[in-house]
């Protein structure tokens, strides 16, 4: 562990193995409470959740100025006694000179304008979906392609199986995604493929199903996700999951059961296993 100061004085530490380790030990059996907004956020209770899944979150932000979040500013702001506005000011606004204060705010209009069009001429859409699988969650986790993004449900909490988590790359509008569906089949396995049914108002939809089953090791019916390059439907921005109800996420729609206008639960017939629902955003 390396740490540096620069500047008109400058300096270098390295930790030896010894206290490298302590510092790990210390870490491991301390907890914290982590929590983000926006993009594809997550909960942890440990120092080595953050370190795990803080780059992915904050990669996701980067991917996507729609989860751009700003969160939990009051009005009455920071302080009940200030407002936001006395919180929060323009950095120009610091400036005593006049001449300085007008370039920095034009500067920062300026560049706000070129971010704001480039980010539009580089919006992502999903345009491949996998996933991983295995009796061991780290595994799994660890499993992810590097340029994926994970969606960290797993796909098949409380059934007793291997922990199953999606992944998905974002990519040009061209080759994106447009719908997904889910399908099971009773004591029936399947294989990847392709299969053409009728799906949310539209007839002779062509999918393409994935091989991976989401209830895998935990008996009961094999669940699989198909996704569809149609046309007709809108391009997919974003994949997510969730369990329980879908309130709250007034931007998104809950896949549905091949050719069924019905929410598709990942663990279907699992007794249970709490409802686990892979939800989408166009």
Known sequence: ???ALTGPISASTTLNAATTTQVKEAWSKSTAMIRTWGGNGYTGSTHLDFIQHNPLWVRSLNEDRNKWTLCDIPEDGLNTAKGY??????????????SRKKTLRDAFYSLNQKVE????????????????SHKDKNVAINSTPKDCIRVEQDLNQGASGNYV???YKLGPKEDTYTNFCLD???KNKQTEGKHTDNHDGMTGVEFWRHGQDLNQGAGGDFVYMSG???KRFKPVKRLNAITGSISGYDEWAALRWRSRDQAANC???????????VILKH
């Open 184 to 186: 099971y089949f009773p």
């Open 117 to 132: 069009k480039d980010l539009l001429a580089k919006e992502l859409y999903v345009v491949y979906f996998g996933f991983t």
């Open 228 to 230: 569809t390059k149609d």
């Open 267 to 277: 663990n279907q017939s699992q007794g249970k296993a709490p409802g686990i629902f």
């Open 85 to 98: 506005n006395e919180n929060f000011v323009p950095i120009w606004e610091l400036c005593t000179n006049e």
């Open 165 to 167: 988590f999606l992944h």
């Open 1 to 3: 562990m390396k740490a």
